[in-house]
């Protein structure tokens, strides 16, 4: 079985964010990247299905240079071979364009993607990757078994779990659950060592759709100051939430 993991490259979450460019471009300086949380998911348990069940294991990520680092460390964790499509990552259609192209290429049985980055949350690049490879798709997935080419898996719905049966080829939506954080792994020596000879390999882009373009960014609005009530003044406290909060 031959295993794609698609690696996004997103802000460490105890970055400080700022912007540039009159808030129209993401600042970078000073911020630490890491592996897309729900990535790290996948990876983990593409990794089990290399050890217990003899797959291949490819790492892909579209981006410029500054990525090599994060699909160094997903080769350290045990990835066999990474690949990174020379061109950024503007737009969720243009993202699943270039992957599908590595997909049908390389003839994967399973593809596992995040089920959204956590930078831009777009939450559509699994779902588009199997609309452009007609494969099997399990978005929001927390297990996933394979025997031979026929799948099951388990995916959070609102209010509960899914249970489904599919087959390979197959894209899912990783996200927290599919592994137990317990058991996301942290590169060792001897990993390290190892992906410095582990193939990276670079290909040019495809044409692709850009079908969305980021205009300006904008903070949250700070919060505001906090009233303190005694509790022993529910008359002040009333008097606040009716005039002032207006939520009575």
């Known amino acids: 079985m031959k295993i794609l993991v698609c690696i996004s490259h997103v802000p460490d979450t105890t970055s400080k964010i700022n912007f540039a460019e009159g808030d129209t471009k993401f600042d970078t300086n000073g911020v630490q990247f890491i592996i897309n949380p729900n990535d790290e998911y996948g990876l983990t348990r ?3 299905f290399k050890e217990k069940q003899g797959a291949s294991v490819d790492v892909v990520n ?16 045990g990835a066999d071979g990474a690949i990174r499509v020379n061109t950024p990552a503007l737009d969720g259609y243009a993202v699943a364009e270039q992957l599908a192209k590595v997909v049908k290429d390389g003839a994967y049985d399973l593809v596992i993607a995040g089920r959204e980055s956590i930078d831009y949350n777009g939450g559509m690049v699994p779902g588009m990757i199997a609309g452009l490879t007609d494969a099997n798709f399990v978005n929001t997935c927390i297990s996933l078994e ?14 509960g779990k899914e249970t489904v049966s599919t087959a390979l080829p197959l894209v899912i939506g990783a996200q927290k659950g599919l592994v137990e954080e317990s058991d996301l792994r942290i590169p060792n020596m001897r990993g390290i060592m190892m992906a410095r000879k582990k193939p990276l390999t670079i290909l040019e882009p495809i044409d692709a759709s850009t079908e969305t373009v980021s205009v300006k960014f904008e903070k949250p609005t700070p919060k505001g100051a906090v009233t303190l009530v005694s509790p022993d003044n529910l008359d002040e406290l009333v008097n606040l939430l009716h005039n002032e909060a207006k939520v009575i």
């Open 46 to 48: 593409a990794m089990w």
């Open 62 to 77: 579209v981006g410029g240079p500054e990525t090599e680092p994060t699909l160094r460390k997903a080769l350290a964790l």
């Open 146 to 159: 394979i025997d031979g080419t026929n799948v099951k898996a388990i995916r959070e719905i609102d209010g």
